[in-house]
T-cell receptor, first 114, second 114 residues
Framework: DAGVTQSPTHLIKTRGQQVTLRCSPI?????VSWYQQVLGQGPQFIFQ???????GRGNFPDRFSARQFPNYSSELNVNALLLGDSALYLC?????????????FGEGSWLTVV | QQQVKQSPQSLIVQKGGISIINCAYE??????FPWYQQFPGKGPALLIA?????SEKKEGRFTISFNKSAKQFSLHIMDSQPGDSATYFC?????????????FGRGTQLTVWP
């Protein structure tokens, strides 16, 4: 069975540009969450979507947005990129919407902003 | 502020030794404590998790010890192997929350020398 798949794996953007990151959850999983992992730190929660509805967002500016599609895949959009947005963006999926449902992470999308 | 504090930042252990990583939290609503293992270039993978109704959980060479009164929990890796070299993250969550959000520590980079 395929795990959580993310694309692209690496990308380089210029300050002020916009980026879209994509995620396909494990088949049957209805919850998708996005985390940002800055080098040398733990993942920080950005969004959770469950059954195509936003369940919550972390302490991130409105430049960050996301959505979940009918097939449960998800996109994370970041507008007006800043140098500080350079990070590994992780998508996580789970069957249910609770933290104690086993959460599976993808390998991430490495974003470098120059 | 960091909801989960993790130490040490890095750890070097000889093959066959015991690796110990400690975490502490303040939020008494937390009642689910997973540990994740992350290899370079990969997403975090769930290693072992504990709920506060037990003080210890063991899976193979990995043991979580939990001290509810001190609001601390730790990961012990017995008979550490070079293949255990990775970054380890503790995390915490509230099972009662309708939001499946994990709060991660900053991570511990473990190196096991052969």
């Amino acid at each position: 069975d395929a795990g959580v798949t993310q694309s692209p794996t690496h990308l380089i953007k210029t300050r002020g540009q916009q980026v879209t990151l994509r995620c396909s959850p494990i088949s049957g999983h209805k919850s998708v969450s996005w985390y940002q992992q800055v080098l040398g730190q733990g993942p920080q929660f950005i969004f959770q979507y469950y059954e195509k509805e936003e369940r919550g967002r972390g302490n991130f500016p409105d430049r960050f947005s996301a959505r979940q599609f009918p097939n449960y895949s998800s996109e994370l959009n970041v507008n007006a990129l800043l140098l500080g947005d350079s990070a590994l963006y992780l998508c996580a999926s789970s069957f249910g919407d609770r933290a104690w449902d086993t959460i599976y992470f993808g390998e991430g999308s490495w974003l470098t902003v120059v | 502020q960091q909801q989960v504090k993790q130490s040490p930042q890095s750890l070097i252990v000889q093959k066959g030794g015991i690796s110990i990583i400690n975490c502490a939290y303040e939020n008494t609503a937390f009642d689910y404590f997973p540990w994740y293992q992350q290899f370079p270039g990969k997403g975090p993978a769930l290693l072992i998790a504990i709920r506060p109704d037990v003080s210890e959980k063991k899976e193979g060479r990995f043991t979580i010890s939990f001290n509810k009164s001190a609001k601390q929990f730790s990961l012990h890796i017995m008979d550490s192997q070079p293949g255990d070299s990775a970054t380890y993250f503790c995390a915490a969550a509230s099972r009662g929350s309708t939001l499946g959000r994990l709060y991660f520590g900053r991570g511990t980079q473990l190196t096991v020398w052969p």
